[in-house]
Each structure stands twice: as structure tokens, then as C-alpha cells.
């Protein structure tokens, strides 16, 4: 089992900045990747972006790319997601999710942030 506990959501005015955390405890040894997801109301789940947790490698969706940031703390089993340039279509519930070593799919999700953007 993996427990996830997201932090730093808010509220912002449009063109600011937020850093969500992701503490993650549990069997995290067998962490392959962790992502952010974000849900917007009346809207499906979106994938933001992830990084692969041995070697750090990102990916992100094009929407957020030059604005968001993901980076990991090994030592303290946390991922990060910096977002810059924030815009009110920023506006979601973000997720984030651990990706177990051999397994396809996300695993295990926190219980999600909400991060407002106002313009």
C-alpha cells in the first residue's frame, strides 16, 4: 500500500504561482513514476504531467508546458509541481498518483487539492 497526501492548493489571481506537494508513505520503494492529474468541474480527469522516480525524466501535457514544473525529493518521497503563469482555466481539483514498478496503470491516487484561479 502507498498513502498519498497532497498539499498547497488555493486561491490565486490569474498570472500567479502555486507549488503543490505530494508526500507519499508506504511501500514507495517500488515507486516507478508519479504523476499529477488535475479535475475541473463537469470535466474528466486530465493528465498534467509525471516523472519517473529513479532517474527523473518528465513529461508533461502540452497545456502546461513552459509553465509547470515537476521535480521529486527521493529522500523525503515527495513530488513537487511548481505552476507559474497561472491561468483560470488552471482552476481544478489536482491528484497526485504513484505508478508501482511493473504495474501499467496509477495504482494509488491522494485525495486531491483544489486550486482556484481567479481573473
Known amino acids: 500500500q502507498v498513502q498519498l497526501v497532497e498539499s498547497g492548493g488555493g486561491l490565486v489571481q490569474a498570472g500567479g504561482s502555486l507549488r503543490l506537494s505530494c508526500a507519499g508513505s508506504g511501500r514507495t520503494l517500488s515507486t516507478d513514476e508519479m504523476a499529477w492529474f488535475r479535475q475541473a468541474p463537469g470535466k474528466e480527469r486530465e493528465f498534467v504531467a509525471k516523472?519517473?522516480?529513479?532517474?527523473?525524466?518528465?513529461t508533461y501535457a502540452d497545456f502546461v508546458k513552459g509553465r509547470f514544473t515537476v521535480s521529486r525529493d527521493n529522500a523525503k518521497n515527495t513530488v513537487y509541481l511548481q505552476m507559474n503563469s497561472l491561468k483560470p482555466e488552471d482552476t481544478a481539483v489536482y491528484y497526485c498518483?504513484?505508478?508501482?514498478?511493473?504495474?501499467?496503470?496509477?495504482?494509488?491516487w491522494g485525495q486531491g487539492t483544489q486550486v482556484t484561479v481567479s481573473s
Open positions: 498518483a504513484v505508478r508501482l514498478v511493473g504495474l501499467a496503470e496509477y495504482s494509488y
Open positions: 516523472i519517473r522516480w529513479s532517474d527523473g525524466p518528465t
